[in-house]
């Protein structure tokens, strides 16, 4: 099978990227190991945020919460995007002061955000426990339901003409590019690596080894509980992260599970959810006691510098990563997917990717990543 773009990984980024090439009228087929949005895409918290992002991702993210305002008629569904907001809890004076460095950055980048001391964010989030001395509100975040997104967006692909095949294990790939699954051979002149965990496994196999690991989230929820927390929560140092949805259940996580990603298979495991449930508790009271009614996990790909690996490839022409998004990447594969298709069809973006060059880890001395620019003109 003969495309114009061929893209490995049926994650958010992927899905997305087979959308926008489709809708300029590309030949596009993407090839998906399990099904569409089974791993990192699917089984995340689902935060759709700017707040706390290193700086050279909010960039980034500010375009990512631009299309997260059309993000229905994106899907052509509704993925549950809840613009409620994304509080952020500071639990000692040092994780406060945290807080107040990266506020003063971010106002650089027009980011504004509401700070609460310990008697104003008592006053306004009555059901945060002693344990919580501040916080710090960036009121245009949210949250939506990872479940739903990549899945909607795979069908609008399909729809603009894309083909994405499930269950299409890749067996081998050559550069030109020939790619060999389930015993098909589909060809193209650019290939896309969204592969998340695996990515790192296809770009070594074109000479540039990263240092990715995979990453589980350890995620629990809650029973329906009657509903008293309107923002998504975070806190300084990521070690427990909540949001109630309008259902009443509680989701939050903390802490890694563990997979073999040769099968792949994952699972939480219940030492870091109970310590997840203890840090819930001490910052929200109210939660002690709630029955825990499912827990999950999945594969994400981890880099050490928790920034994605993002851009044309230092040694084979026509080969584009993103990948390695670190378990944060869920809110921004859609505007990654928009910026692959420019990247592939323009030759350009607004977004700057320097500090996601592959390079960083290998040290390539190739062509800068806009002299293979786009083999489709």
């Not at 997305?16 to 030949?27: C, E, N, Q, Y």
């Not at 819930?280 to 594969?299: D, F, K, M, Y």
């Not at 998004?325 to 700057?352: C, N, Q």
């Amino acid at each position: 099978m003969k495309a114009d773009v061929l893209i490995i990984g049926g994650g958010g980024a992927g899905v997305s990227a087979a959308l926008h090439l489709a809708k300029r009228g590309t030949r596009v087929v993407l090839l998906e190991r399990g099904l569409i949005g089974g791993q990192a895409s699917g089984v995340n918290h689902g935060g759709v945020r700017q707040q706390g992002r290193h700086p050279a991702e909010i960039p980034l993210a500010i375009r990512s919460r631009r299309l997260w305002s059309n993000i229905q008629e994106l899907c052509g569904a509704d993925v549950e995007f809840d613009p409620c907001g994304h509080l952020k809890l500071a639990r000692n004076a040092e994780q406060e002061a945290d807080l107040l460095r990266w506020n003063e950055m971010a106002k650089g980048y027009g980011l504004e955000t509401t700070m609460f001391g310990r008697n104003a964010i008592r006053a306004d989030y009555p059901y945060f426990g002693e344990a919580v001395i501040a916080g710090s509100l960036l009121a245009d975040d949210g949250s939506a339901n990872p479940r739903l997104l990549a899945p909607a967006l795979a069908r609008m692909a399909r729809a603009a003409g894309a083909t994405l095949l499930e269950n299409h294990k890749v067996e081998a790939i050559e550069a030109g590019f020939r790619v060999l699954a389930n015993g098909q051979e589909f060809t193209a002149p650019i290939l896309l690596n969204t592969a998340g965990f695996w990515g790192g496994a296809i770009a070594a196999q074109f000479g540039e080894p990263v240092p990715v690991e995979a990453l589980n989230p350890n995620m629990l929820v809650t029973e329906p509980l009657p509903f008293f927390c309107p923002v998504n929560v975070g806190v300084v140092g990521g070690d427990v992260y909540l949001r109630q949805i309008s259902r009443g259940n509680v989701i939050f996580g903390g802490g890694r599970g563990e997979s073999d990603p040769s099968l792949p298979r994952s699972r939480p495991l219940p030492e870091p959810g109970f310590l997840a449930m203890q840090k819930a508790v001490e910052i929200i009271p109210r939660l002690e006691g709630a029955l825990i009614i499912r827990s999950w996990t999945g594969i994400d790909g981890g880099m050490p510098d928790a920034l994605p690996v993002m851009g044309w490839s230092r040694t084979t022409p026509g080969l584009l990563h993103a990948f390695g998004f670190s378990g944060h990447g869920f809110m921004l594969g859609p505007a990654v997917g928009e910026i692959l298709s420019e990247l592939v069809l323009d030759g350009r973006t607004d977004i700057p990717l320097e500090a996601f060059d592959i390079a960083r880890f290998n040290g390539q001395d190739g062509p800068e990543p806009d002299v293979w620019k786009t083999r489709l003109e």
